[in-house]
């Protein structure tokens, strides 16, 4: 522990040697006050003090400045010092604003402060224009904290997560900083050049502080937080809060400055609760104050989120412009709980520089050469908040610990305790690691596969595996093998496939897999192992119908361009009907017998629903995210799609080279899918398929194009992908086809308004599910579901009436099910 802080009162020592103009910022009280701008007056050239009140603002050149210290709750304090060598200190002490309403005109008849709300609402896209664009200097860092972390969760020993957690299962787990040059240009451009970026522990890291993450313009009528959050200056914000004029006071300048509280009018709304600081005449932001809850913001993890915003004035340019944020959360799930902060500072603004359309690509982050090479000299030159005696600590073990914890000893060491076989590895599987030379193999437990069907009986497999990994996992080469036998039809079959990464830019995959498995007729696999099992064993019901197939098969997949993936295949297949082989049931129905395997006649038994044939398929599917942005990180491309624009998937399918010449046929296929943020109304989803089938007129009943049905009455997966209510191959068709699902979850805006009802916080979901062939009537659900069911921050229940049509009223059913996240 001693040593510790010597190494951290070293590297403080260092930091404050490059420190230009620093200080203290304290109150009244001397108590340090965290997050104090800090900047030069009528200039964008600024920093903010830490939690410490330390701060360190960047000033080369020797002369006179005139330094500005502003802080909700304080009075601005401005100091004009001249500086003739560095470093220089220069604290200050902030004085209680006094906020007050002696300077409010009462009018009983309307609340003052939806008056000067209103004033903010008709000006609010006004005030939004006057920065079409700019470019400015960016930091963030990033901090996580846990306390008492358990050992384990659900089991699985969690460590000491890469050194984040002392003796008291507690410490810091994430730490990180970038610096950035921006460019944005209303109303959604925005491009970040990463200068340097650094991640406490990982030298080879890569921050993921973008300014993407925290832009969030209170000007706009909602931010996206997890949920789309309504803000209190949004145009229909009156119907989601109510206002109270706290007080006012002036600012340094003589602006009348109004403290608004905003209350949200329904609890679990997506808004805010806070304070929002409206200038007088002008009716901008001077700050903001807002408090959000997890359940607001769906994110249940989350206890609680607070955003701080500042913005400071420039006489030159005549414009507020935000110049610090701060983002305070709690979280705290499975007995874990911590906090956290994500801090950015916005400097050396460029105000409208000209910035056009053809100045933006779909690349909207990008990195400058060795950007995480940068050494403690560059950043104590360039970090506009200085760290904290914590976060000093935390990088200077981290960085001490990566170095052992990367040597081949302390790896070595470290597999020879993980690679112990222990009991538990008989249920869950064993894997055993090399992490020096990158990578591991391992197998499966059979009894974790264990599985009836009325085909093999109780069956189960064996799966092993081998990976090695290249570059920092930019690339890999894989292996994977498994073994299936069925104790009832006495057959043992497998299958062996090799996979190959070749980057993590544009992701290309190439595989070859073969062997004998059983397969779904629907490809999908409508209904699990683990769901079969139950329904037949407990109520005779087997719905999974299988066949064989012994295959060889090659497939490649990679993105073409932005946007656009392609995925082919091409494999050889020998297919043959399979039929029941036992009847074994826990709780025989005496009104019920087993089905046969035939989906085409479930009374069919020992009659094939195909001849067995040989078969050579070729498919070549397109996946299109039209407009999709992306970040250009150098270990790896992540796309972001466009919400405003569906995805389109495009596919065509042949079989040829039959053994029986009936059996080769085409197939086309299209696609579009889309989900959309209706701001307060909630979230519309659809889903829309259809194809058409040619020389396909007697081909066998595996390749038909089959949906998901649903006869169990358990839900499980998206719903936009299943028809709740149809049987498993009622629909299967050789023809065209038409497929549709849409879902609108209101996500609290009809049962929000409920009284009681909205103590509950469940959300109303609404679908429609719509299925056309030719030479059939369509077939329709319609359903209504609580969604967000249970306790506490564990909501994962979903429950759903439905009706059915076809040729009128069908049937309908309840389903229970697992909420889709």
């Keep these: 522990m001693k040593t510790k802080l010597l190494f951290s009162l070293a590297f403080l020592f260092a930091f404050c040697s490059f420190a230009q103009i620093k200080g203290t910022v304290t109150n009244g009280q001397n108590e340090p006050l ?33 330094i500005v210290f502003q802080f909700i709750g304080f009075k601005t304090l401005k100091k004009t010092i001249s500086v003739e060598t560095f470093p220089f200190v220069l604290d200050a002490t902030l004085v209680d604003e006094e906020i007050s309403l002696n300077e409010v005109v009462i009018n009983s008849e309307e609340n003052p402060a939806n008056i000067i709300m209103r004033q903010a609402i008709a000006n609010r896209e006004a005030n939004q224009e006057r920065i079409r664009s700019y470019k400015a200097d960016f930091y963030s860092r990033g901090l996580i904290r846990i306390k008492d972390a358990p050992e384990k969760i659900l089991g699985s020993e969690i460590g000491d997560l890469g050194g984040g957690l002392d003796s008291t299962r507690s410490g810091v787990i994430y730490l990180s900083e970038t610096v950035s040059k921006l460019e944005f240009l209303r109303p959604n451009k925005l491009k970040e050049k990463i200068l340097a970026s650094k991640v406490s522990g990982d030298s080879k890291g890569f921050s993921f502080n973008n300014a993407i993450d925290v ?100 006489e030159e340019d005549a414009i507020w412009a935000k110049i610090s944020q701060n983002i ?67 990088y200077v073990k981290k960085d001490s610990l990566q170095l052992i914890r990367d040597s081949k000893v302390y790896k070595d060491s470290v597999d020879t305790v993980d690679n112990q076989f222990k009991f538990e590895n008989l249920i869950g599987g064993y894997t055993y690691k090399n992490t020096y030379e990158n990578w591991s193999m391992g197998l499966t437990s059979p009894i974790e596969t264990i599985s009836f069907n009325t085909v093999q009986g109780w069956n189960a497999d064996i799966n092993g595996f081998y990976r090695k990994s290249y570059e920092d996992n930019e690339r890999y080469i894989s292996f994977n093998g498994s073994i299936n036998y069925g104790f009832s039809d006495e057959r043992i079959r497998g299958t062996l496939g090799a996979t190959y990464k070749f980057n993590n830019k544009s992701r290309p995959y190439l595989s070859l897999a073969g062997g004998v498995t059983t397969q779904q007729f629907n490809g999908n696999n409508p209904i699990s192992k683990s769901l079969n099992t139950g329904f037949s064993l407990f109520g005779e019901e087997n719905y999974m119908k299988i066949y064989e197939t012994a295959f060889i098969q090659t497939s490649y997949s990679n993105e073409i361009v932005n946007g656009l993936r392609l995925n082919s295949s091409l ?135 089959h949906f998901n049905g649903n006869q169990t009455q358990v839900g499980t997966g998206s719903y936009l992908n299943v028809f709740n209510n149809l049987p498993y191959y009622v629909g299967s068709t050789n023809d065209s086809y038409l497929e549709m699902h849409a879902e609108h979850d209101f996500n609290g805006f009809i049962l929000g308004r409920l009284p009681l009802i909205k103590k509950l916080n469940f959300n109303l979901v609404v679908g429609a599910h719509a299925l056309a062939t030719p030479n059939t009537n369509s077939y329709q659900e319609y359903t209504i579901g609580l969604d967000n069911i249970g306790w506490g921050k564990f909501r994962f229940l979903r429950l759903d009436y439905l009706r059915s049509y076809q040729s009128g009223f069908q049937s309908d059913a309840i389903i229970i099910g697992l909420k889709v996240f």
């Design 215 to 314: 832009d969030f313009d209170l000007y706009n009528n909602t931010v996206e937080i997890g949920n789309k959050i309504i803000t209190p200056i949004a145009d229909n914000a009156f119907g989601y809060y109510r206002y109270v004029l706290e007080g006012v006071f002036y600012d340094d300048r003589g602006n009348l400055i109004n403290k608004i509280k905003a209350i949200p009018r329904r609890k679990n709304d997506p808004v805010f609760e806070g304070f929002i600081y409206i200038i007088e005449d002008q009716w901008t932001i001077y700050a903001a104050e807002l408090d959000l809850t997890g359940t607001q913001a769906r994110i249940p993890a989350v206890d609680k989120i607070t955003i701080t915003q500042n913005f400071s004035f420039s």
């Design 34 to 66: 965290p997050f104090v701008n800090i900047f030069l007056e009528n200039t964008y050239i600024g920093t903010t003090s830490n939690e410490d009140g330390n701060y360190e603002l960047n000033i080369t050149e020797p002369k006179s400045y005139t």
């Design 571 to 705: 494999n050889y297949q020998r297919r043959q009907p399979l039929f029941n082989t036992t009847d074994q049931a826990w709780y025989p129905q005496d009104d019920r017998v087993y089905t046969s395997n035939n989906p085409l006649n479930e009374s069919a038994f020992g009659v094939a629903p195909f001849e067995t044939h040989n078969l050579i398929k070729f498919s070549l599917n397109a996946r299109i995210n039209f407009a999709q942005n992306y970040l250009s990180y150098p270990d790896g491309k992540y796309n972001i799609p466009n919400s405003k624009y569906p995805t389109l998937t495009l596919g065509y399918e042949k079989g040829f080279a039959s053994s029986i010449e009936d059996y080769n046929f085409d197939q086309i296929k299209i696609g579009l899918r889309q989900g959309l943020n209706l701001n307060s109304k909630g979230r519309f989803d659809y889903n829309i398929k259809a194809g058409k089938f040619f020389n396909a007129d007697d081909i066998a009943f595996v390749d038909f194009q």
């Design 328 to 394: 305070d959360f709690e979280y705290g799930l499975f007995g874990i709980k911590g906090d956290g902060r994500f801090t950015a500072v916005f400097s050396n603004y460029e105000f409208n520089p000209g910035l056009k359309r053809k100045d933006f690509s779909r690349e909207i982050v990008s990195f400058a050469d060795e950007a995480n090479k940068k050494d403690s000299i560059f950043w104590n030159t360039v970090r506009p908040v200085p760290l904290t005696l914590e976060e000093i600590t935390d």
